[in-house]
Structure formats: C-alpha cells, structure tokens
C-alpha cells in the first residue's frame, strides 16, 4: 500500500509551481540564508522557502549567536544559487507557508539536480517533513543518515 501513496503523492501532489503564472522556471535573485531564497518569476519576485529542509538560524534576535553551522550553511546555499541561476520550481500539495513564501523542491534547470538534497546531503541542513508536503521525504532523511555517518557539516561540527 505505501508504494501506492507515495505515487499518488508525486504524481497528484507534485506540480510545477502553479498559481505563480509560470512553467516553474526561475531565475535566482539572492539567497536569504540556507533554506530560503529570492527568485524572480512570473514578472515578479518571490520569497521561496525548501521544502522538506531546516538550515540552522542565521538571523538570531539582537545579542544571540547564529546556530552551529548556519552561517556555513547559508555560505554553501549563496554558492550553489549565486544571482541568475536558472532553477525549476516544483511545488507539493499546500503552496505557501504562515509568512506568505512560496514552498517548493527547487532543482538546478541545468542539470536537474535538486538543491534540497544537495544541502541536506553535504551536511548543511537536517529533514524536516510537514505533512502534506513530504513527497520526497525518504530521500532527505536518506541524504542526512549518510551524511551523519560521514560526519559531515553540522553533524560532525555541533555534536550531533
């Protein structure tokens, strides 16, 4: 039975970013911090927040420190997204989040590849699943166990 649902999570769930007056293409106009980024799409710009991800905080209230591995997580996220990289917006099941942003996988239009699991998988950000939005879950948690094994990013630099 779960073989089912998850098809029908991806194959109903799953859609270029509707609701945006766009195809999903994107272009990137900066990154906020890890999970959070400023594209330009549809003749506007949007806020887009990663499903399925949680960088550690950056911006902490006046006298705090920024979480173990946020400003590292925000640097590689800035890096992989630098201002004009092409992306592909595809969103899951609810569409915006509390604050307004649009929720979405965001994937590399020149390869493909999904930034979501990227930061997960390099150690940059742990899973974080809210239902309805989990059609692709089990390949984030997948990405963080291996790089806890690794040791990579905040798993081997804020105990875990």
């Known amino acids: 039975m779960r073989p089912l649902v998850l098809v029908c999570l991806l194959v109903v769930g799953c859609r270029a970013a509707s609701g945006t007056g766009h195809d999903g293409r994107a272009s990137v106009v900066e990154v906020i911090d890890g999970d959070t980024v400023v594209v330009a799409v549809g003749g506007r710009e949007e806020h887009v927040r990663l499903i399925g991800i949680d960088t550690p905080e950056v911006y902490v209230d006046a006298g705090e420190q920024p979480d173990c591995y946020g400003p590292e997580a925000s640097t590689f996220t800035k890096r992989l997204l630098s201002p004009g990289t092409a992306v592909i917006l595809v969103r899951d099941v609810v569409g915006?989040?509390?604050?307004?942003?649009?929720?979405?996988y965001v994937s590399l239009a020149a390869d493909g590849r999904m930034v979501n699991e990227l930061i997960v998988a390099g150690g940059y950000a742990t899973p974080l699943s809210i239902p309805p939005n989990t059609a692709h879950a089990g390949r984030f948690v997948a990405a963080a166990r291996t790089a806890e094994a690794a040791g990579l990013g905040l798993w081997g630099a804020c105990g875990g």
């Open 96 to 104: 915006r989040d509390d604050y307004g942003r649009l929720l979405a």
